[in-house]
């Protein structure tokens, strides 16, 4: 008559000694083997406690249809210039030259956030002109702004780049274009007006709040905060001690590396 196996349970063997025995102080140290030597491992790796915390997402970027355009005509300073503030154009007198001007915002994932601007711009030049470089500053908005041009200001000053430059470098919030991609084409026709074309987008931004001796703090994580990021380190590690001394504690115990008295739980078998 064939047999097979219809169910299986592991047995369990309980390894019993007394206090001042050798068994005793090998458990003792495998305990401290196995959970203190993960701490230091997680906080002598770095990062053991968090210092800094960082999070993206995309903000809600809008062109304020704000330009101001100076272009140099010649190296010995002469410049066209425009700007969307009525009172610089009264400043700029013959200096001013009207361009056309395309702006579009396009929103390529239908969430409601513009993700690209495309900026077109057409500087009318006289036949005997050309560019030499070009100064192009367009100012947009997030959901919390404030503007570093004073358009109602009647001073020649406030439009300065330099000021507004600084300005901006002066607010506690920044954004950079990052990796510019310049390309500048030769060959305009005569009487063909200069032509500026400008993709710029809007990528998910990223926050830093820092903790430092140096510059100081604007942000400090909580404790549950800490103590999370903390426990996952600690335990991504001990999984591999336990693992380890598992088998070790397995092997003393049940080939009796160690005396001890095996008693085996469950209900005895009546026949």
């Known amino acids: 008559m064939a047999f097979y196996e219809v169910y299986s349970h592991p047995a369990l ?3 019993r000694t007394g206090v001042c025995t050798k068994a005793t102080l090998f458990l003792l140290v ?7 030597p993960p701490l230091l491992v997680a906080y002598r790796s770095q990062g053991f406690w968090i210092k800094r915390s960082t999070y993206e997402e995309q903000p809600l970027v809008r062109f304020q249809y704000e330009t101001l355009l100076v272009a140099a005509t010649s190296v010995r300073g002469d410049y066209v210039a425009w700007s969307s503030f009525s009172l610089l154009n009264n400043m700029l007198g013959a200096n001013l030259r009207i361009p056309a001007v395309s702006v579009r915002e396009v929103d390529q994932n239908q969430d409601g956030k ?10 009318p030049l006289k036949p005997d002109e050309q560019i030499y470089s070009v100064q192009l500053l367009l100012t947009f908005s997030y959901q919390l702004f404030v503007s570093v041009i004073d358009g109602s200001s009647p001073f020649a000053s406030s439009y300065d780049l330099d000021n507004i430059i600084r300005s901006y470098q002066d607010r506690n919030l920044t954004t950079v274009l990052s990796c510019p991609m310049p390309v500048w084409t030769v060959g305009r026709a005569a009487g063909s007006p200069f032509e500026l074309n400008a993709e710029i987008r809007y990528p998910l931004e990223q926050s830093f709040f820092i903790i430092s001796a140096l510059t ?8 549950w905060e800490t103590i999370k990021f903390a426990w996952i380190q600690y335990v991504s590690v001990l999984l591999v ?7 070790i504690q397995r092997f003393v115990f049940q080939n009796q590396v160690l005396t001890t008295v095996p008693v085996p739980v469950g209900k005895p078998h009546l026949s």
């Open 13 to 15: 063997v309980r390894y």
């Open 30 to 36: 495998v305990l401290g083997l196995t959970y203190i």
């Open 114 to 123: 513009p993700d690209l601007l495309i900026f077109q711009l057409q500087l």
């Open 216 to 223: 100081g703090f604007t942000y400090r994580p909580g404790f």
């Open 241 to 247: 001690f336990l693992w380890v001394f598992q088998r």
